[in-house]
């Protein structure tokens, strides 16, 4: 049996994803009180980890992750069915794409230059709380970056590192340790308005890629710069006396069994540990359709693209029979963008048919002419009004999408992700022990639930819907309603402008339905890269 290794952080993120990642910066962000160690477990080279994705969220000015912006947009638009086109600018917001790996990149960078950071990369086996505070009999242990640890013995106030310890700082990497991906499936979350995870502001995709430039990744972690082993030995950076990150400190509640590839396991035991995998299951819901997509990086041999405006629903495609479908076009330039073909319904199409539906759609409605397809997306995204639970354990938290930061009806998850990873960072900071605030607001889900149940019951039409709502209330409002940001009186203001009746009838009878069980949806097959761009000429296609 492989050996078993105990490690001690003050607080465990598994899943380095655009949760993970995002609440290990709020953490460690420079300023007083931050924990003495925190330890990010990201799944390592495999399926457990997604190709790349795309983000989307809106804010004013600029923001924390401005290095890793892709895109930005100041106008935004709306393809009614009918072809009309709806162009607003929701200044003083900003429409923004961030790609997950210059996201990683980034964030990987700054942990990798803060004290007291470790990357290790493992499979995650299982969570559990602990039923007493202590080391069990045999354990060979060494403390995660800045803990000091005694011989065969827990973690403790002024406890000096016993022969085996090896503190160390910085980002460190170690293999092994299991943790699925960050989000729900399917890009987890890249943002967008129509009826989200996440997706996005809030985006919807999740990365798993590997730390940016600094972070050091070897089977076995190094020991800091600073760091010495042996008896006696000082800690590493980011260790500090007395209790552990603010006023509550305390001893660990909770472990994590991982297992590197080479079998080994590793329990990081902590009092904190946050938990960004999705799901094994959804709870019950009244209502669950699902938002998936595929989406083509294209280059037109001819300029086809205003780059100035961003296509955020386009309902210029065929509808489906169930549900409604959509464009979405990101301009990265004259002759690039993301495409996209989006359906809300209750099953995911194939790739072929995804692949169709593009086709006509960049032949009839967008008339691109000759390109070539340099990358594809894909990727499903729950839209539920189940109550994702956001504790469970006694010192075990759910974070991202699998914490509610998914706005159900939208897909948009980074900007809730941002709030969440604030409100725990203040909250820890505090002395608070409670569960990460909500993502959103009782009032923002009990708007989703209506309208989930009003979609997919078909008492209102989709694209009339949206179309109506882009049409009659401004650009900015609607992007701080899609966000929560609104106000009760903008709230009923926006409710006046879509379909009373049905809409009223809906929540009505919401109270007296029953909640059952849906399945988890598939997540997004990841795209092999191609060893050279497909071409297509979509004039030799019909339109739809």
Known sequence: MAAEYAEYADVVIVGAGAAGLSLADALTAPGA??????????????PLRPPERTWCFWEAGEGPYEDA????????RVHAPDGTALDGAPAPLTYKMIRSARFTELVGARLAARPGVRLLRATVERIRDLPAAGDRPGDRSRPGPGARTGPGAPPGPGARPGREARPGGGLRTGAGVRGGPETPPAPEARPRPGPETPSGPEARRRPETPPGPGARMSPEASPGPEAQAGPGAPPGPGASPGP??????????????CAAPDGRRTVLRARWVYDSRPPAALPPARTTLLQHFRGWFVRTARPAFD?????????????????LAFGYVLPLGEREALVEYTEFSRRPLSRPEYDEALGRYAAGALGLGAFEVTAAEQGVIPMTDARLPRRTGSGVFRIGAAGGATRPATGYTFAAV????????????????????PPHSRRALAM??????????G???GPDFFARLFGSVPFDRMLRFLDGGTRLREDLSIGFATPVVPMLRTAAELPFLRRTEHPVPPSGQPTPPASAPTVRDTREKSSP
């Open 459 to 461: 008492r209102i039409d």
């Open 33 to 46: 009180g931050r924990p003495r160690s925190v330890t990010l477990v990201e799944a390592p080279d495999g």
């Open 418 to 437: 941002q709030r969440q990873s604030a409100a725990i960072a203040a909250g820890l900071r505090a002395g608070r022990d409670r569960p990460p605030p």
């Open 307 to 323: 780059p100035a405006v961003a296509t955020l629903m386009d309902f210029r495609v065929p509808r489906p029979a169930h549900g």
């Open 69 to 76: 912006v892709a895109a930005r947009w100041d106008l935004l």
């Open 244 to 257: 552990g990150f603010g006023p509550g400190g305390g001893a660990p509640r909770a472990e994590v069994v």
């Open 448 to 457: 989703d639930a209506v309208l989930l149940r009003a979609l997919d019951t």
